[in-house]
Every structure is written in C-alpha cells, then in structure tokens.
C-alpha cells in the first residue's frame, strides 16, 4: 500500500460529514485535472497558454457573479472562507483606525464558525484596535437576538454574522438583520459567512448591504484550497496578501488555476437547469425525512437540537438520549457510516459552544452528532445511508445499547464477569456472576442509562449498589440506580455506602464478596475484596486508595495518610499477585493491572509492602508528595505515576496478515462489542473466526483474569486507528504477554 493512498474499505462507505468537507464530484475532479495537465498556464503570462488560462479565471468570475447575485462588486479567488475572513476583518479594522468611534466593539453571532471570533479577536489585538469583541446571543432555536444588534451596533466597528450554520445547519433571516443594522449605522462593516449557505439557498448579495461575503470550494464538491470573497463596491479593502500584483493587485499570488477551473465546472452545474446533480429543496426535504425516520426507528430515543424549520435540509444534530456521542459516533465508524460529533474543526471540545449558545441541556451539547449530506446526495445515497442506519438496531439489540422490543431478545454480548465503565477519569464496576447476580461499584450518573439497560436485557438481579466511599453526586446516582432498577434490587435494609446491615458477605455464585475499612483517602473509604471458594481475592474494588500506579490523594478533607499506609498493609495480607486492582479512577487508561504490576508501579506502595519503610516514613513521604501535586492538578482523587513506556510491537496490515498465518497468532479486537459487531474482521484479515477474540479494554481485566489469554501465544491487537489498541498492548506487555502486537493505524489503514 502506498503511503498517501488509502484504500476505501471492503464495506463502502456510507458519507455523512458534508459539512466538514465534501468528496470533489468525478466531472469537477475531471477538469481540475485537466487544468493541471493541459491548460496549466499562468494568467499573468502573455502568451497564449497564459490567455487562456486568464480567461478561464475571468470567466469562472463571471460565473460567481451569476452564482451568488452579484452583477456589482469584487470577486477575488482565495485559498478558502478562512482567508476571506481574515481580508474582511483586516480589511475593516484598517479603515476603522481613520474613524475612531467611541467605546468600539465588534459583533459576532455566538454560533459562528470558531474563524470568525478567532481572527476578529486576532486583528483587533495585533492592530491594536482595542475594541470590545461582543457575541451577539441566540435564542433556542440559534436565531441572532435583533436587539442585541440593536443595542450595540452604533458604536460597532463590525458586525461578523453566518447565513447557515455549520453544526445545526440552522439559517439566520438577513433581511431582519439588515434592517436592524442600517437602520441605525448605514456605514458598519457587515460580513456574512456564506460557506454553508452555497449550493443550499439562492443568495443575492447586490441586492443587500452586506460588505463582504466568505465562500469555501471544498464545503460543495470543488477542491480545498480554493474558495471567494465577495466585496461590496467602495467596502473597505486592503490586500491581505501583497506581491506580484495579481487580482488586480488585491491579493497576490499566482492563481490556484486548477481549483478555480474546479469552481468553474461547479458554478456551470449550479446554473443549468435542465442539471439534476444538484436537488430541489423539496427533495432535500424528503431526503432529511427520510434520514430522521431511520435514526428514529434505530435509536428510539432522540432529541433533535434544531428546529428543522429553522434549519437548511442538508444538517440533522441530534443527540441519542442513552448513549453517548462516542458510543454512537464509534458505532457508526464501524458499520462505515461517517458522521460528525458537533463540528469537525473543534473535536476534542467537550460541549458544542453552538448548542451551548442555544441553551440545549449539557447532555444534548455534550453527545451531539451531527449528520450532514450534500446536495448533490442522491436517491440511492439516501436509500445506502438509511438502510445501513437501520441495520445498526440488531447490533444495539445485541449489546444492550438498546432495550430490545422481541420477546426473544438476542444476548449475544454477555456481561458475565467484570465490566469497567469510565466517564473521564472516574470508573464504575460491575460484575455479573455465572447466576446473574450482579453488583455495580461506584456508579457514576452519566452511565445509569447503560446500566439500566444490561440490567434489562440481561435480567441481572442487583445483589448490591455500593460505593467505596461517599462523593456527594455518587450518593445521588446510588439512590437514581437504585430507583431505576427497584424491581431488579434485592430488598434489604443497606448502610450509607449500600452494603446490606449486618451481613457478613454477598454471595454471587461460588464467590463471595467481602468488605473491608480502608480509610486514608476520605475516613469512610472501604474496599470490597471478590474471593473465590478458596478464599482468595480475585478482583480488589478499592475506590480511591490505590490507582493504577499510583495512590489515592491523602490532602483532602477526611484523608489521612497514617489510615491509608495502615489501609494498605491491612489490604495486602489479603492479595496474592494475580489479584485484580480496580479503582476507582484509572487516570491512565491502565484497564487492567495485577496486584504484582500495581506494587512494581507504584514505589511508595512497594516499599511500604515490601517493608522497606515504616509507617512512619510512608506518611512523611505521601504528605510530602501530595502537598507537591496539589496546586494545578486536575487529578483530584490521586495521584499516579506516570507510566513506563513499553515499546510495543508494530506491524502493518499485510505483514499483520501474513502471521495470522500462524496457528499461534490471534486477533484481538480491542474495540466495544457493537462496534465490533459492525464489521467483520476475520473476513477482513481472512481469517477463521476462531482467531479472532472481541476483547474491548472495559473487558481486559475480565479476559486476563478468567484465562482467556494465553501467554505463550501471540496477540495482534486492532482498534479503529490504532491508538486504543496501543495502550491495552502496552498494559498487556506491562502483564507480562511477551508477544503482543500493535496493529499500525488500526482498521483506518487497512486494506
Ligand atoms: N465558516 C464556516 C461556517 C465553516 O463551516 C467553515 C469550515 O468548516 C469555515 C468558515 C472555514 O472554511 P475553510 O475551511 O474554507 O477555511
């Protein structure tokens, strides 16, 4: 495989990320290439090859004019809506230093595109403007607050607003805010980001006030690197880029030839009519409508974050009630479908700043998705998209992500065993016995629903809810599991932590689960040790007194670090080395550490067991350490170590196939059951399904413990790119599997 060439996968993919960027159409890429081979000339030459490279450029001007309503004005071609905004603000902010208007501010929409707030913040710093960068608010359906406008915009140096969002797709109504505007300033510079609006809505910018309007190529099917700006007659202008004197010497440069022959070719299929690449708005209509039915009919449970008659038909945003955004974002990444969580250009961000702005609740804003097609979508692309959105619901079915409707519900996906479940860096625990009795250790709020649901489908009896030791929102979520799944909890009087008055023990199966006083991170902390029939601990559940490499924070209130070394000496009489450590966070994403791995980690731990230092030595240290760490950490609960780097083993796609040869060699898919139940990658690798094992890392711990790896066999390890099936091959080789590999860039690079 070559570097830069990936393959698609053996499953097409289903595309539904428009909004972030759109596949160049065959006949646009055709004369983009045609342009780079054939009539590749500069248009500053004087020579025929540079005539007519000229004229394709001015008449692709021609054709933007046509396009966008401006028989008036400039049109200059750009690198995309990014540098256009950045000539408009610099453009704006120059002139406005001839003009000083008191207390100056500049307006934009809360729920522009993070370019504009940025640049105008930008300029106005590095020309020393000074003035006050004001977001206009929006009300719930993400419509600009007019008063707003109202109230500022005689003292505004500019005013930044969007025609149709890039998250929700919901459109503002520009002839109100132009009337408010000039109402009242006739002269404030007023930008329109129009990338989204291209292709989806008629634009007639010379019949508006609007000084300077953004456009972008690569958001409609035209190459990136290419884009326009459209600049009011007698707008302030100053060229952004100098040089060479080309665009009439407003922005240098040679020309980007071959991305604007890609406009050329997109602006002719705009303008025929008797074209059908691109669609009505009806059949836009039909399409978002038909995409809403399959989501609904998969999911259930969906709040919609726009009011679609707000909205262009091209964006739907929606958050699943029950399930995360990662969840479902990795679920349809699996089954080839590729949507978006919020916008593409600020993943990472925890919250959608648009559905934030629009006053959705955090859990909407939190697990947005936003699914987006372009235009030119077709009937077929619809009928693909829908039909591989509604093959998803057998695989949710199956793993307990929805509650089935069947009376026979499949249960493919057992949750028998331990399952670790983490929201950021807290866990909660649940372990199902062989007769379905489970417990769940420390639940955290934001999983109750997933909870609900395995308890459901499983028909799990909830032998315990406990805590390891009381945070006020786990009391709550105690007391919300425990409401939710009533039926399911055995009845009984309980403690403050959950564990049942008086009893010695909680009998699941042949184990049997203990309950000790741990104290030392907070003074009610406990630890519930699983021992099997012999007595010996299989799975520790400690809270917050041991982390993976690392112990819990001693400095808050109730913590005591005497309690915790005497914690830990009391704990360790009871582990043997294969010992299973969970707590209750795992800041590092250790799914899976032994009681021998967790003292080799730890040095403050080991030396306390190992008897190298006293008690007393331990409580210098650990006040020591933990006063050290507690100004700027977000690890509140504890503190670990970092952890040695394992070098793991990394192997690409074919050589990783060709060991799979190997009758030792396995496949191990490090991702969740539905994501895995999504696609098949025995067929993939070619081989049996017997060697390939479904391990996500919230069952590692489970699989390491219960034998389901073998130390003398070879692992590969796979994820979707690579980065998740890294850590749990690392943690594996931290375990002491000597042959575990690395499968390099994960599914995404597989062909
Ligand atoms: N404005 C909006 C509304 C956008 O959606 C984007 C791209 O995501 C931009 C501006 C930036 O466009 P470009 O990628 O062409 O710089």
Avoid at 105 to 111: D, E, N, P, S, W
Avoid at 171 to 178: F, G, K, R, T, V
Avoid at 327 to 341: K, M, Q
Avoid at 550 to 573: P, W
Wanted: net charge negative; aromatic share 6%; with cysteine.
């Amino acid at each position: 495989m070559s570097d830069f060439l990936l393959h698609d996968e053996p499953v097409k993919q289903v595309y539904l990320d428009a909004n972030a960027t759109t596949p160049v159409l065959p006949c646009i890429a055709d004369v983009v290439s045609h342009t780079m081979q054939i009539c590749f000339g500069n248009p500053s030459s004087p020579h025929i090859t540079g005539i007519q490279a000229k004229h394709l450029l001015e008449q692709t001007r021609q054709k933007a004019r046509t396009v966008i309503g401006a028989s008036n004005g400039d049109i200059l071609f750009t690198s995309g809506a990014t540098e256009g905004i950045q000539t408009a603000v610099v453009s704006t902010l120059i002139n406005a230093k001839k003009y000083p208007v008191k207390n100056p501010v500049l307006l934009y929409g809360a729920t522009e595109h993070k370019a504009v707030p940025n640049t105008l913040k930008h300029w106005n710093s590095v020309l020393d403007i000074n003035a006050e960068v004001l977001a206009i608010p929006v009300d719930s359906n993400g419509i600009l607050d007019l008063d707003f406008i109202a109230e500022h915009i005689n003292n505004a140096l500019m005013i930044c607003t969007m025609a149709v969002n890039n998250e929700t797709g919901v459109y503002q109504d520009l002839p109100a805010i132009e009337q408010v505007i000039r109402s009242r300033n006739k002269n404030v510079s007023w930008m329109v980001d129009c990338v989204q609006a291209l292709g989806k809505q008629a634009l007639a910018l010379s019949d508006t006030t609007i000084d300077y309007a953004p456009f972008s190529g690569h958001k409609l099917y035209a190459p990136k690197g290419i884009g326009f700006l459209y600049i009011r007659s007698d707008s302030a202008y100053t060229p952004f880029i100098a040089g060479g004197g080309q665009e009439s010497g407003m922005r240098s440069g040679t020309e980007n030839l071959p991305g604007i022959a890609g406009l050329n070719k997109l602006f002719s299929l705009l303008l025929d009519k008797s074209d059908s690449t691109f669609k009505s708005v009806d059949v836009l209509n039909s399409y978002r409508s038909q995409l809403q039915s399959a989501i609904v009919d998969t999911f259930g449970n969906i709040t919609f974050n726009h009011d679609f008659a707000y909205s262009v038909p091209t964006t739907l945003n929606f958050a699943v009630n029950d399930l995360t955004s990662k969840e479902v974002i990795d679920l349809f990444d699996a089954a080839g479908i590729r949507v978006s969580g919020g916008s593409a250009c600020s993943t990472g961000a925890s919250t959608s700043f648009v559905l934030d702005a629009m006053g959705a609740s955090k859990w909407q804003s939190e697990n947005a998705i936003r699914l987006s097609f372009g235009p030119a979508a077709t009937q077929q692309d619809i009928d693909n998209a829908c039909g591989r959105i509604r093959a998803l619901r057998t695989i949710l079915q199956a793993n307990c992500l929805i509650v089935s409707d069947s009376t026979t519900p499949q249960q493919e996906v057992c949750a028998l065993g331990l399952t670790q479940f983490r929201h950021q860096g807290a866990c909660s625990w649940l372990y199902v016995s062989d007769d379905k009795h489970a417990v769940i250790i420390d639940p955290i709020i934001e999983l109750i629903p997933r909870f609900e649901k395995i308890a459901n489908t499983q028909d799990l009896t909830i032998s315990a809810v406990l805590n390891t030791h009381l945070h006020q929102e786990r009391e709550s979520a105690t007391n919300l599991l425990t409401s939710v799944l009533a039926s399911r909890v055995v009845k009984g009087e309980v403690d403050s932590l959950g564990w049942p008055v008086g009893a010695a023990n909680i009998s699941l199966a042949n184990d049997a689960l203990e309950k000790v006083a741990t104290p030392g991170h907070s003074k009610d902390s406990v630890s519930y040790l699983l021992k099997n029939s012999s007595g010996e601990t299989r799975y520790c559940f400690c809270g917050d007194l041991i982390l993976p490499a690392g112990l819990g924070n001693t400095s808050l209130m109730g913590g005591d670090a005497k309690a915790m070394a005497r914690s830990i000496l009391v704990i360790s009489e009871q582990l043997n080395n294969i010992s299973i450590i969970c707590s209750g966070h795992d800041y590092q994403q250790c799914f899976a550490m032994n009681w021998a791995v967790q003292q080799s980690q730890t040095p403050l731990l080991n030396a306390l067991v190992s008897g190298s230092i006293s008690v007393d030595e331990f409580v210098i240290e650990k006040q020591q350490y933990d006063a050290s760490k507690q100004v700027n950490n977000t690890q509140l609960c504890g503190y670990v170590n970092a952890l040695p780097e394992v070098d793991t083993l990394q192997l690409n796609f074919d050589d990783a196939k060709i060991m799979l040869n190997t009758s030792d060699v396995y496949l191990i898919d490090t991702r969740e059951p539905y994501e895995h139940g999504a696609n098949n990658v025995a067929q993939l690798f070619n081989i049996l399904d017997e060697k390939t094992l479904n391990i996500p890392l919230s069952r590692m711990a489970n699989a390491v413990f219960e034998g389901q790896l073998n130390k003398n066999n070879k692992y590969i390890l796979l994820c979707r790119s690579g980065n998740r099936s890294k850590i749990a091959a690392s943690n594996l080789m931290q375990l002491g599997y000597k042959a575990v590999y690395n499968l390099n860039g994960g599914l995404a690079l597989s062909n």
